[in-house]
């Protein structure tokens, strides 16, 4: 089962230490090197072969997005290339970033991230929404009497 992951985790193990060997790119230059690692670890996500290699590349993308979405123009920044939901409000103060995994099982995976932009300002808070899939194992009959 070890074996499984470490193709992504070695992807990570590397980019964190030429991360660490060189020195940090201005903000401008980080969120495009972020989005880079992100759109690389998706495209393993995409070409793996079983749920634990799914698994070990999606939760490779969240520890790029926690990085991503600490620096200061993250809400901003247009994350093009990625081929996943990417949705902003409106309004411009929410925005949400997501995908899902097919398991080999047939159901799915999901992830997410919410971004709110703090009211009348450029700052922003961020939080991970948690798949929880034991929660909703009869979701048709869960809030009924």
Same mark, same amino acid.
Do not use: H
């Given at each position: 089962? *070890?074996?499984?992951?470490?193709?992504? #985790?070695?992807?990570?193990?590397?980019? #964190?230490?030429?991360?660490?060997?060189?020195?940090?790119?201005?903000?401008?230059?980080?969120?495009?090197?972020?989005?880079?690692?992100?759109?690389?670890?998706?495209?393993?996500? $995409?070409? *793996?072969? +079983?749920?634990?290699?799914? +698994?070990?590349?999606?939760?490779?993308? $969240?520890?790029?997005?926690? #990085?991503?979405? =600490?620096?200061?123009?993250?809400?901003?920044?247009?994350?093009?290339?990625?081929?996943?939901?990417?949705?902003?409000?409106? +309004?411009?103060?929410?925005?949400?970033? =997501?995908? =899902?995994?097919?398991?080999? &099982?047939?159901?799915?995976?999901?992830? *997410?991230?919410?971004?709110?932009?703090?009211?009348?300002?450029?700052?922003?808070?961020?939080?991970?929404?948690? &798949?929880?899939?034991?929660?909703?194992? =009869?979701?048709?009959?869960?809030? $009924?009497?």
């Amino acid at each position: 089962m *070890a074996s499984m992951f470490q193709p992504s #985790l070695r992807y990570l193990c590397v980019w #964190l230490i030429v991360t660490a060997l060189f020195p940090a790119p201005s903000v401008a230059q980080q969120l495009p090197a972020y989005e880079d690692s992100i759109v690389a670890q998706f495209n393993v996500l $995409k070409g *793996a072969k +079983d749920d634990a290699s799914r +698994d070990a590349a999606s939760e490779s993308m $969240k520890a790029l997005f926690a #990085l991503a979405l =600490n620096e200061p123009d993250a809400f901003t920044y247009p994350f093009s290339r990625l081929s996943f939901s990417n949705l902003t409000s409106s +309004d411009q103060r929410v925005r949400i970033i =997501n995908w =899902n995994v097919p398991l080999d &099982d047939g159901t799915f995976r999901y992830y *997410a991230f919410v971004l709110i932009r703090d009211a009348g300002k450029t700052t922003f808070t961020w939080t991970e929404l948690i &798949d929880n899939p034991k929660e909703t194992e =009869n979701p048709d009959t869960k809030f $009924k009497n």
